[in-house]
């Protein structure tokens, strides 16, 4: 069973807004900082946004810095990813996982975004 499913990718012109959810499966989630990553093919997977256990605090990449909001609802497990003002730049694949996810972090399937311009 998978423990990290990402939902909420599309297609969606420049401008536009989605809003990604993943769901973790481990009871332990509401312990561990999560993040939102984004991969396109060639490239690393590199964090776009993070937000600590609690909620309290939140980190995003320069990038995305004022057009996406990261926000978590420990009771339903969930993480999301308002997206908003959306760029070409960000049409990638979207993954979740804890923040940092280290070197032998399992990765869910992702979501595709792509931004059309």
């Known amino acids: 069973q998978a423990q990290l499913v990402e939902t909420g990718g599309g297609l969606v012109q420049v401008g536009g807004s989605l809003r990604l959810s993943c769901v973790d499966s481990?009871?332990?989630?509401?312990?561990?900082?999560m993040g939102w990553y984004r991969q396109v093919p060639g490239k690393e997977r590199e964090l776009v946004a993070s937000?600590?256990?609690?909620?309290?605090?939140?980190f995003y990449t320069g990038s995305v810095k004022g057009r996406f909001t990261i926000s978590r609802d420990n009771a339903k497990n969930t993480l999301y990813l308002q997206m908003d003002n959306l760029k070409p730049d960000d049409t990638a694949v979207y993954y979740c996982?804890?923040?940092?996810?280290?070197?032998?972090?399992?990765w869910g399937q992702g979501t595709q975004v792509t931004v059309s311009s």
């Open positions: 937000i600590a256990w609690s909620g309290a605090t939140t």
């Open positions: 481990r009871r332990t989630f509401g312990s561990f900082d």
């Open positions: 996982n804890m923040y940092p996810a280290g070197d032998m972090a399992t």
